[in-house]
């Protein structure tokens, strides 16, 4: 862990893929050490010791935890309902880029909800990568660009390397005249107004990133999908809400989000090494001394893993990619000239994220091993480790639902985190030793459902029978209407009418 | 509290049980009496008391929860006794097992199954006092799932309180509550009330955002009405979310009406603040007249026979700038007197005509200042003061402008002999008594303004920016000469036109194109550039326009954009010229016998000229000898007319009528060449029987606003008009120079409708020789430099 183990390079978009490393001889330093103090000190008085150290871990994520909540409630529901001062005043070139792999389900509606952004259509370039998809996703892109003169779509080749950051790279070539690079992942509805949010932060030249609001549009797909929903409240209308409020280090996340492409081009582009390339991103941006803002009125509605396969995949790829940027930014960061002693701590905090699970589990094994009189009691122990380990999460989802004024039965949702704890204790070591142990992995993409898909529909066709039906203003799909019930087609696909205006749907028939 | 809670479970033991083997707390003991004498001492230690649990959920309900109040502490205690039952429940439970089966179990039972339990109960009460502070589903925004609940119009609608596809939101039903009885049956009303303004004071009254502007700005009155302190939030959110001029103006217009409320919370000082700002930006904003929603309210509650709000003096909004500019104010005022005073042609009507000034109070006096507008003395503080006393010497030019009401020309610089004669008779309508004579050029008024108070007022950023001004009809010379005009006075100019390569767009800060007037949607896409551009003011230089304009009037106002327009009547009588034609020979005003059939020839003396019976300048106009010619052309099918051709000296007159028919000006200038029926050459000159036939004719067209007359003085000295176009002319420029400014003078009509605008002079004599000019711009519509442009 003596340097970086990624490194950006300066042609980023073609720069090889992770090389990855192994620290099993710090796994085994780490055990050699535990075992040499059972030896000395014997196993109860060494497990105390480290379950004290686990405790006074907890007491400072408690205490973190615990202030981001509390900043939350005091201030996060003024800025939502905060006066927007010259929105349409400040608005650079900007390239929207969406990264797409195998989209067919969702890609139509981003391509609609993308052209539907409310910003000047001469300043504003989108570009979709269609990343070697393998079903119709570049055949619907197609269309779309055939009709749509600001869409520009590229296609890549299998093969072509990089993953999400590869294909972001790429096709930010096709917008040469880009100020701003606004990211969006291909499951994503942006609010109208999302762009010009972000961009208004970039008239402070000491920015070199913004970071929007994700928020979950499919909660009522499945129960963990609720949770999940939950969860982003609190993420972002709490955590990284607070993390902006005490010490002015959002981190940009990697969709609904903004960069400076004069920043991108100074650090390399997207790292195409990096699995979480928001967070190596983030981590740069910081080392390059400057600063990423967080407008939580910049919203975009973004599909949840509805299952528990599809969500265990995405934490894990969380986890590892965040893992990974510790082990190779912890040390150039706690050197930077660039941040004060506490913005140090609290990087350091952020960074560790994705390792405190891996404390929990530990913790927890070390109660267990309590219970069967192995261990002595730890050596600080102020609080009961469930409160520890509990209670801060829990204030700040509380506070979440709060400022997201959800309806009180949401409350009970809350259990819903107690299994998915459990799960990220093992998901997160699983993390851990992989990346300890040098496991190879690459960028997986999240697979989407597009259950949560509709047509927002503004225009009106008359059947027929002479009854009426709705379709999407310019949608190449809805070119002909000949009959009630499926027909209108095009590219596949069928609206179907099933009532009336408001219940208009669109299916897919691929 | 441990011992207290001990104390609790072994009562409720011994009572439950019906048995006394379990003892009371001694100490920090209870003793267990087992059977066959066997004796457990068991501890009470910290683990057995819900202390901490209940410090904590306190902790959190203070700090993360209090937002919500009431509802917070009701979770709070709900909680708070939910985890001590559980704990006493923990408790008796290990007694019980303590007793019956010994220490291991009791130990097992409470420091093991115990703390889970406990760590249970404790999550549980959390999770009761997050439940009871969150909302209702009736007042939630979103639900479990995340799906858009909330009732809230879209206007006010906030990214990111729920999804939301469109046509999903859900109604909600209001329902009768425990609580509402509560707080209308039981509770006495004063208290009820008081809790809810309390109540009120911090919540967004979304069904405010669904009405029309001209209810929103009756609800926001209203609710001003209640008091600032009571539906604070509502006014904040009208302030943060409406975009409708006219209600945002209501709006600060009530707020400072209520400056004499106590500033209880932060957010009455930030509504206080909004409509400081709002009124600083726009002067007179909210009072009657700034906006066409505003008044037709006002006019339909006094129809209704409400009382209508108190007006609204510029003390009264803007009390704080006052206060902090009053040197400057005073020296601006004292600056405007001296000026008005050394003036040589000041007149002014005797003190007890002046209105009084409760009289004048929708007038902005700055803005009469910045659009070099002469005004009722009454406007300007002080004025009384500054009067010079007696009248103009008898015969002197102050005597000649006082009795041509100020309307004429200029004996000051007219520089030829006769012009003194001619401007003594010119016969225009009588001195209005309430109005002084335009003593000076307002241009002597605004030097003393501009270098003066201007620069302090600046310099402490309390000057209000030159309104923007939208005008259409940028391609042609008198909407080129409008837009300069506008643009020389320091007003951003939006220009539009339907040939996207018009010259005057090229001259204005922002252009846009619309289509013809003919086109059906021409309104449409002219809203569409007010929308987006919010012009204070609309000049319209087309005449086919006016009718589209009219229509789309009172949508212009609501969009902040004042306009004055002659009436859809006026302006048909002048585009139709047969029309025309008949109404004039039917008040037997001088006209050129006019017909409009095959055979007029026959009835009309010759030689003729023949017309499209609707065009423009002089396009189609045929000049014809024979009425055979005649004849034949009227048979085309087009829908023309015939004329007698005049002979003699052709004239324009440029014309400007006030909102309440006064003239203003009237500038007869002859139009000594002319090329594609747009003046070249021509040369200002007063005459009264020209003056007094155009203004007759005007009259009788009950025209409003700018109009050009044209006609012929033929040469036995009758004065014939021909045609009369509703819109500035083409020649324009002259009359500008002439000193006759009648574009300020109309923006000014047109933002402060209320106000007396005094006629105006001009400069017999004065020659206009045009030429070409020209703007270049480059591929991408930069400017591109002029280089025969004599630079400084």
Known sequence: MSSPEILPTADAGHAPPERIKRHLGWLLLYAAVLAGAIHAFGANRTLGVV????????????????????????????????????????????????????????????????????????????????????????????????????LRVLHRNPGAGGGKS???????????????????????????????????????????????????????????????????????????????????????????????????????????????????????ILLAGQRVRYDVTAVDYEEA????????????????????????????????????????????????????????????????????????????????????????????????????????????????????????????????????????????KTARTGAISTVRSDEEFVLEDGSRTVARHADPIAETVRAEGIEIRAGGVAVRRVGNRAEAEVTTTT | M????????????????????????????????????????????????????????????????????????????????????????????????????GKFWLVAFHDWAGTLWNFAATLGGFLVMVYLSLPSAERAEQNATGRHTAHRPSSWARPGLGYQADGEEEQKQARRTLAGLFYRRILPKPIARRMARHREAGRIDYRVGYMDPAQRVDAVRALVADGLAVHTASLLAVASY??????????????????????????????????????????????????????SHGAAREEAGEAAPAPVTLEAVSIDVIQEEAPELGSLLAGAETSATSSPQVTAPPAEDVPARHEVVAEAPVLAELYDLPMTRAEVPGHRASRPTGDPEPGSADDAVARTGGMGASTSTAGTPDVSVLTAEVPVSPPD???????????????????????????????????????????????????????????????????????????????????????????????AVVAQHRPAALICTVAEELPGITDIAEQLAVLGCATSLPSKEAVERCLDKARFASLLAGRRMPHPPTGMFADAATSIPGPWIVKPRRGRGSRGVLALDTAEEVAAVMRSGADLIVQTRLTGHEFTADVLISNDGRPLACVPRW?????????????????????????????????????????????????????????????????????????????????????????????????????????????????????CLVRP
């Not at chain 1, 959800?406 to 998901?427: M, T």
């Not at chain 2, 009572?15 to 003991?29: D, E, G, I, Q, W």
């Open chain 1, 166 to 284: 590869g294909a972001l790279n790429d096709g930010l070539r096709l917008a040469p005249d880009a100020e701003v690079a606004v990211i969006f992942d291909a499951d994503h509805e942006p609010h109208p107004s999302a762009i010009r949010r972000l961009v208004r932060h970039f008239r402070d030249e000491g920015v070199g990133a913004v970071m929007g609001r994700c928020i979950i549009r499919n909660g009522a797909e499945s129960s963990l999908a609720a949770t999940v929903f939950v969860d982003f409240l609190s993420g972002y209308l709490v955590n990284e809400y607070g993390r902006q409020a005490l010490f002015e280090l959002p981190a940009y996340g990697g969709a609904n989000c903004a960069v400076r492409v004069s920043t991108l081009a100074m650090l390399g582009g997207w790292n195409p090494a990096s699995v979480t390339e928001d967070t190596d991103l983030t981590l740069r």
């Open chain 2, 2 to 101: 441990q011992a207290f809670e001990a104390h609790v479970v072994t009562a409720a033991v011994r009572t439950a049980l019906s048995t006394s083997r379990v003892s009371a707390v001694t100490a920090p003991r209870i003793l267990i009496f087992r059977p066959h004498g066997r004796l457990l001492s068991a501890t009470v230690t910290a683990s057995c008391s819900s202390l901490l649990s209940l410090l904590g959920l306190a902790a959190l309900s203070f700090a993360v929860l209090r937002r919500r109040g009431g509802h917070a502490l009701l979770g709070f205690v709900v909680a708070g006794f939910l985890v001590a039952l559980a704990n006493e429940a923990r408790m008796a439970a290990s007694l019980a097992l303590g007793l019956e089966y």
């Open chain 2, 671 to 787: 139009r000594s060449e002319t090329k594609d029926g747009i003046s070249v050459k021509g040369v200002t000159f007063a005459s009264a029987p020209v003056t007094d036939a155009v203004l007759r004719t005007v009259a009788a067209l009950e025209l409003t606003g700018p109009s050009c007359v044209q006609g012929f003085v033929g040469f036995d000295g009758d004065v014939r008009i021909v045609e009369v176009n509703p819109r500035f002319s083409g020649g324009l420029p002259l009359t500008l120079a002439a000193g006759a400014d009648v574009v300020a003078t109309y923006l000014a009509e047109i933002l402060v409708p209320s106000v007396r605008v005094a006629p105006l002079t001009f400069r017999p004599g004065v020659h206009m020789a045009r030429y070409l000019a020209e703007v270049y711009t480059d591929a991408h519509g930069s400017e591109v430099g002029d280089p």
């Open chain 2, 242 to 295: 409406d975009e409708d001029p006219g209600v945002l103006d209501a709006l600060a217009a009530a707020v400072a009406s209520r400056q004499w409320e106590p500033v209880v919370t932060e957010k009455v000082a930030a509504i206080r603040l909004w409509a400081r700002a709002r009124l600083q930006c726009r002067p007179g904003a909210g009072q009657p007249g700034s906006s066409s929603a505003a008044a």
């Open chain 2, 433 to 527: 008594e309430s109005i002084d004579a335009p003593e000076a050029r307002l241009r002597d008024i605004l030097g003393t303004f501009d270098e003066v108070a201007i620069a302090r007022m600046a310099e402490h950023g309390t000057v209000a920016p030159m309104p923007n001004v939208l005008v259409t009809g940028a391609g042609g010379p008198a909407g080129i000469a409008v837009i300069r005009r506008l643009s020389a006075l320091g007003h951003p100019v939006i220009a539009v036109d339907a040939d996207p390569g018009a010259t005057g767009l090229r001259l204005a800060a922002r252009h846009a194109v619309v289509p013809l007037a003919e086109d059906p949607s021409f309104p449409a896409a002219l809203l």
């Open chain 1, 51 to 150: 379950g004290g150290l686990l405790n006074a871990i907890f007491l400072v994520y408690f205490i973190r935890h615990l202030g981001f909540a509390i900043a939350a409630a005091r201030w996060t529901s003024a800025d939502l309902h905060a006066a927007d001062v010259d929105l349409p005043g400040y608005a650079p070139n900007v390239a929207v880029l969406v990264a797409c792999k195998n989209e067919e389900l969702v890609v139509d509606n981003l391509v609609r909800s993308l052209l539907a952004l409310d910003y000047p259509s001469d300043r504003m370039t989108v570009v979709v990568v269609d990343d070697a998809s393998e079903d119709t996703t570049g055949a619907r892109l197609d269309a779309w660009s055939r009709t749509e003169e600001r």
């Open chain 1, 305 to 444: 893993a509805g299952d528990t396969r599809r969500f265990r995949r995405q934490r894990y790829r969380w986890a590892r990619g965040h893992q990974q940027c510790f082990r190779a930014y912890w040390r150039p960061l706690m050197a930077s000239p660039h941040l004060n002693v506490f913005e140090k701590l609290e990087t350091l905090l952020f960074l560790l994220v994705y390792h405190v699970p891996v404390f929990c589990g530990i913790g927890v094994l070390l109660t267990v091993l309590r219970a069967f009189h192995i261990g002595g009691l730890p050596f600080f122990d102020v609080l009961p480790l469930s409160m520890l380990l509990f209670i801060g999460p829990l204030a700040e989802l509380a506070v979440g639902l709060l400022q997201g004024r959800v309806q009180r039965r949401a409350a009970w949702s809350l259990l819903g985190f107690l299994p998915s704890f459990a799960l990220s204790i093992v998901n997160t070591t699983h993390a851990y030793l992989d990346g300890m142990l040098g496991r190879p992995y690459s960028w997986v």
